[in-house]
């Protein structure tokens, strides 16, 4: 088999190489103690988006961090004869939440379906920083020359704990799952991680996992590109390094993974590089939760063939 990485005997003893800052949980009861402090004001707004049948959809806002208004799309059964699970997908990187239809499965299984827009990327929400809309790449490093909490991520991790909150606050829901691949599986990990209400948890090959491990694969290209471009342009000599790779673990979501109450299911991909193996690897094997991964050797940052049939049964109960 082809080798990108470790060999798999040793990718599936793998922890991590990057730091963890010294005040990291101290640094995220901050963060909630901030979300706690914020009347996220739910908006729900019908529109006939679909015009498909026994099924409701709807334009949902509420309130982050940072005075952002935040957009996610929310999709419910029509007149549902009890509660239902809930179900948070996240996209990936420089995205947005997709189109309705591809929602439609798990709301026939009686779920209703929330998919947020990521602040600064390709949908409807919020950035305060001073735009709206898509600021496309750089939020990986935005925030690093200001203070850890004023990182991008930051406050995208928390956008995530919010809409769990507004969803589970919802009458026709009855507990909490998540899912999405690249940024939206490592959205899916730090969402069950920063909200213990989570019960289920579907993560394909995540992104933003142990920084110097990209870096030191040479892999700081592509999604991970700013990395790269944010050393050579502002530490060509690496003389902040250490700094830099310390600061980016507040937002790593290998070292939130540990604190996941929820089952989790993951897709591991060998030969992915864009989000190397070993990285994701850091993530599965720092859960201490109930787990279970499917590990795809031929593949990579692409569609697994098999799994959405998983994730499906793994996410309804089926």
């Not at 959809?57 to 982050?64: E, I, Q, S, V």
């Not at 471009?229 to 790779?245: A, G, K, Q, S, V």
């Amino acid at each position: 088999m082809p080798v990108l990485d470790k060999p798999l005997s040793e990718l599936q003893n793998y922890r991590g190489i990057s730091p963890k800052p010294a005040d990291f949980d101290e640094y995220w009861a901050r963060a909630l103690a901030e979300l706690d402090a914020i009347n996220p004001e739910p908006e729900l707004i019908p529109c006939d988006a679909l015009g498909a049948k026994g099924v409701e959809t709807f334009d949902l806002f509420f309130n982050g961090v940072g005075g952002a208004r935040i957009y996610a799309k929310y999709l419910r059964p029509e007149q549902p004869a009890k509660p239902g699970p809930g179900l948070l997908l996240f996209h990936g990187y420089t995205g947005h939440s997709g189109d309705w239809q591809d929602k439609l499965p798990f709301v026939g299984q009686g779920m209703a379906v929330a998919g947020l827009d990521c602040r600064g990327q390709g949908g409807r929400s919020q950035d305060p920083g001073g735009v709206r809309g898509n600021t496309h790449h750089g939020h990986i490093i935005r925030g690093l020359d200001e203070s850890p909490d004023k990182l991008l991520f930051r406050q995208i991790f928390l956008d995530t704990v919010q809409l769990a909150r507004v969803v589970s606050a919802f009458s026709e829901v009855s507990e909490l799952n998540c899912m999405g691949g690249s940024q939206g599986g490592a959205l899916a990990i730090a969402c069950a991680a920063l909200e213990p209400r989570i019960k289920r948890c579907v993560s394909m090959f995540p992104f933003l996992s142990d920084y110097k491990r990209v870096w030191e694969m040479d892999l700081a290209k592509d999604a991970y590109g700013e990395l790269r471009n944010y050393l050579r342009m502002f530490d060509p000599l690496h003389e902040r390094e250490e700094e830099i790779f310390n600061t980016l673990g507040y937002i790593d979501v290998h070292h939130l993974a540990p604190r996941i109450k929820a089952r989790v299911l993951m897709a591991l991909t060998l030969m992915d590089n864009i989000c190397p193996p070993s990285t994701q690897f850091a993530v599965f094997n720092n859960i201490a939760t109930e787990k279970e991964s499917s590990i795809y050797p031929d593949y990579g940052h692409e569609g697994l063939p098999g799994f959405p049939d998983r994730a499906f049964r793994f996410l309804t109960g089926s």
